[in-house]
């Protein structure tokens, strides 16, 4: 069963910053995109940003300018820096990993962390 590793979640005020990351065990087919989605109360989950292998990176409309993700390869670790956070920012954010081939496709999600932002 693989587990992704996830950490960094907390509480802080608006206009702070948190970071998060996620570590993958090796893989069989391999780590390609990883990625960061969040969840709020009774909402649904939306992504926040993604990266593929090659260092591509698309960011949600409503975090561009404030979040930026990373990733090291060589730690099968994806990273979400978060920058200047709004109350609106709070949630419940997991990772996800993409293994596979051209042929098929297999995601592995966190078990999620909290991210909560005070006003």
């Known amino acids: 069963q693989v587990q992704l590793v996830e950490s960094g979640g907390g509480t802080v005020q608006a206009g702070g910053s948190l970071r998060l990351s996620c570590a993958s065990p090796t893989l069989q087919f391999g780590v390609n995109a990883m990625g960061w989605y969040r969840q709020g109360a009774e909402k649904q989950r939306d992504l926040v940003a993604t990266i593929t292998s090659s260092g591509s990176t698309n960011y949600a409309d409503s975090v561009k300018g404030r979040f930026t993700i990373s990733r090291d390869n060589a730690k099968n670790t994806v990273y979400l820096q978060m920058n200047s956070l709004k109350p609106e920012d709070t949630a419940v954010y997991y990772c996800?990993?993409?293994?596979?081939?051209?042929?098929?496709?297999?995601?592995?999600w966190g078990q999620g962390t909290q991210v909560t932002v005070s006003s």
């Open positions: 996800k990993v993409e293994s596979g081939s051209s042929v098929f496709r297999l995601d592995y």
